[in-house]
């Protein structure tokens, strides 16, 4: 009886750990598609922010 709760609730254990574990690595896949989305979206803002410079630079002088 004791050994069967014992295994039961490693088991119930086991699988709520497993299912956290997997909601973590979801978390943790969608902050990096989060970031690389993120730091795409600044890497062009960056380069039409330099080509407007440029543009107004070339357009006064």
Do not use: E, P, W
């Amino acid at each position: 009886m004791l050994l069967s709760t014992r295994q039961l609730v490693f088991c119930s254990t086991s699988g709520s750990l497993r299912i956290l574990l997997l909601l973590l690595l979801l978390l943790l896949f969608y902050y990096c598609y989060d970031y690389y989305y993120y730091y795409y979206y600044y890497y062009y803002y960056y380069y039409y922010y330099y080509y407007y410079y440029y543009y107004y630079y070339y357009y006064y002088y």
